[in-house]
């Protein structure tokens, strides 16, 4: 809901927990005044009038500018920075009114002397306690206006002292939460890599001593993949704050006479329930606007077990052997096309290779349907390798500069989708591939960052090329789904380099990680579930010791972990024994009957009381709850821990299994005293279900 106090020209902005309020100040100045817990009296807000408190501290700096522009006394990190026509470099802005539209209010701002315009767009998403902010700037001069940086929004925290949360890790460590303390000084997040996030994410969150359950979280998430940049600076004057938008790194481009540009969308939330209720906020959010309606099939996946070695008979023996233990969808990766026999060779050749499948794909496919089972397949369709025909055709297709070397990466260079001849190749060869075949889905790998960005088809000192690759990115699979309405996209970068709101709802499925260690995965899941929906956290089983960490991990241990999200199998099943077919095959079937839960279900990390390793969760879905808890490694062996479950129904009397002995609890029981949960050994795990009788 929004609320205008029109005589004291106060904009307030509620959902069904939060409001978050701003309004216009004696220097016309939008202010930020207010983002917490509810209030819901819109007149008792006041707009106070801010002073100078020296020379130095100019009201510039000591305004909480909703977004504050290039321009004038202000010296901190700002969100706006354009250069007019006549060289000046300094923006003015005055207030020019507001528009309603539904959820969505728009503040519009004019430059004083140009005609140019920026409207600060607020989009209340009131049942998630979300506010999504955007930004678009217009030029309506008939000169052109160079752009040098414009991010989504600024936010105001009011206090000091925060703790700061995101990402750090690299391939096959992605989603590696750290944390840090806010003091003077500011922290960067970014990526600058143009096409994979391994390292930072787009998002933040900061808290005041929150726990799972308690406590105030303020958090947003760019809708953006690429190159994003956040800053969060404790100021001088009591408050923290945060930016958060496109890098301005390598970025710059022209807003010709009549254009508009509006920058991806921010959404933020409040909270005083601590990261629980952040997470729930985001996954509901994503669950209901942005995931497709459906269950995601349980997959096999072919790369770890065959790597390039890709040939039609052995495909099929591992279909056969995969619908066996219940597979519903299988999945050729790398390798089966063009010369693809090593990563040197085959990107952008896009046609069925000879030898490995010498009657085509269609006996795989044949064989894959007749099993009952649907059909998937690799491609990394933004990406050549030198020796490709495709590449030796059309040798400026690629990022280059003209005097120096290209540079490869493994052993590929990045094709510039940003020119239209190269994006409809890419949308008409994969627009054939779905015509021809009957696939259901597609993995969409990218495994290399952008570099020589120079010869764009923009014009002279624009570098906008990181922003359009992605969003050409985003055209083709748009354009695509609209044709081939039921496939489904999976956003693999090497691995999780493409875990973002951006792609999300664009692409279905998230590869979480090329480490499918299911000890490492515990971690990479648990930082993973705080921003984004397990629906879309793809994890495989696959063989030990791990390709990566050199571990050997129980085979049922591996089940339990990849259950967390949407399992796949990736191990070589070709030579699993009897018993590991066996099991695997009773696993996908206990999935099965529990991924409705796990997939459309609330999420909860769980408190660890003991001093034992344990990593507990819980997924609960009307009638029914699901705790997983691991054990890595043993400690003090004879103690169990009592978890607490949450989001019972204390009157409900629940059901479950516990040692093999059928226990009849009530939720206000299982959620106050808890269960005792007793596991001895290492690499050891349970998941027992709660049905409400
Ligand atoms: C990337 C992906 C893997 C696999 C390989 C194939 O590393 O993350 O899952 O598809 O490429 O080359």
């Not at 066996?324 to 896009?350: A, P």
């Not at 779905?434 to 290399?448: A, P, Q, T």
Request: hydrophobic share 35%.
């Amino acid at each position: 809901m929004i609320f205008i106090n029109e005589e004291k020209r106060i904009f307030n902005l509620r959902t069904e927990n939060t409001e978050y309020v701003f309004g216009l100040d004696n220097e016309n100045l939008i202010r930020h005044i207010y983002w917490g817990n509810k209030i819901n009296n819109e007149n008792d807000f006041e707009m106070d009038v801010l002073c100078e408190v020296s020379t130095n501290d100019p009201v510039y700096e000591i305004t909480p500018e909703e977004y504050p522009v290039f321009g004038g006394l202000r010296y901190s990190e700002n969100c706006l920075k354009v250069t007019f026509d006549d060289k000046t470099r300094d923006i003015v802005y005055k207030y020019d009114g507001y528009e309603v539209d539904g959820d969505l209010l728009v503040i519009k701002l004019k430059d004083v002397y140009y005609n140019f315009t920026i409207n600060l767009n607020y989009k209340v998403m009131e049942k998630y306690d979300l506010i999504e902010r955007f930004v678009t700037i217009t030029n309506e001069s008939d000169q052109s206006i160079v752009i040098e940086e414009v991010y989504s929004g600024q936010l105001h925290i009011p206090y000091e002292n925060l703790t700061f949360r995101n990402t750090h890790g690299h391939w096959g460590a992605e989603q590696q939460m750290f944390k840090q303390n806010v003091s003077y000084g500011k922290i960067t997040i970014e990526n600058r890599k143009g096409v994979s996030g391994h390292n930072n994410n787009p998002y933040f969150i900061l808290d005041k001593n929150a726990t799972e359950t308690s406590g105030e979280v303020f958090y947003g998430a760019l809708r953006m993949s690429g190159n994003f940049k956040g800053v969060i600076e404790q100021t001088p004057y009591g408050e923290t704050l945060v930016q958060m938008g496109i890098n301005p790194y390598d970025f710059q481009f022209t807003l010709n006479p009549k254009e508009s540009f509006t920058t991806p969308p921010l959404l933020c939330g409040y909270t005083d329930k601590g990261f629980e209720k952040m997470s729930h906020n985001l996954h509901n959010f994503a669950k209901e606007n942005l995931l497709r309606e459906g269950l995601r099939p349980v997959l096999y996946n072919s790369w770890e077990a065959t790597e390039f070695n890709v040939t039609c008979e052995e495909q099929i023996k591992l279909a056969r052997e995969a619908k066996k233990i219940g597979t519903e969808l299988f999945v050729v990766d790398d390798g089966w096309f063009g010369q693809r026999n090593s990563i040197h060779n085959g990107l952008g050749d896009w046609y069925v290779n000879k030898e490995k499948f010498p009657k085509g794909l269609n006996p795989l496919i044949e064989e894959v349907k007749s099993l009952g089972m649907k059909f998937g397949i690799w491609v990394e369709p933004e990406m050549v390798n030198p020796l490709s025909k495709l590449y030796i055709d059309n040798p400026d297709w690629i990022y280059h500069f003209k005097t120096r070397e290209r540079t490869t990466s493994r052993g590929q260079y990045v094709l510039n989708i940003t020119k239209k001849e190269v994006k409809e190749f890419i949308y008409n060869m994969l627009d054939n591939l779905l015509s021809n075949y009957d696939i259901d889905y597609i993995k969409w790998d990218v495994n290399r960052p952008i570099c020589e960005g120079g010869a764009t088809n923009l014009g002279e000192n624009e570098r906008k090329m990181a922003f359009d690759h992605i969003q050409a990115v985003y055209d083709i699979v748009k354009e695509l789904k609209k044709k081939h309405k039921n496939v489904l996209f999976e956003a693999c970068a090497s691995g999780g380099g493409r875990i973002d709101l951006g792609i999300l709802g664009i692409f279905d499925d998230f590869w979480t990680s090329d480490n499918t260690d299911a000890y490492d995965r515990l971690f990479i899941q648990h930082t993973y579930s705080h921003i984004y929906p397990i629906k879309a956290m793809r994890a495989w089983v696959t063989d030990c010791p791990n390709f990566l960490s050199q571990r050997n991990i129980p085979l049922r241990f591996r089940f339990h972990s990849a259950m967390m999200g949407t399992l796949g199998i990736g191990g070589n099943i070709l030579k699993w024994s009897d018993e590991d077919m066996k099991l695997a095959k009773d696993m996908v079937e206990e999935y099965k009957s529990i991924r409705e839960i796990v997939q459309e279900g609330d999420f909860f990390r769980l408190e660890n009381t003991s001093t034992n390793n344990y990593h507990l969760f819980e997924y609960t879905k009307d009638n029914e709850a699901l705790l997983f808890a691991f054990l890595p490694q043993t400690q003090i062996g004879h103690r169990p821990v009592r978890v607490k479950l949450r989001n019972l129904d204390e009157k409900g009397m629940y059901e479950y299994k516990i040692n093999g002995e059928t226990m009849v609890k009530s939720g206000s029981y299982l959620m106050n005293y808890g269960v005792n949960i007793h596991l001895r050994g290492d690499y050891q795990s349970e998941i027992i279900r709660f049905d409400r009788r």
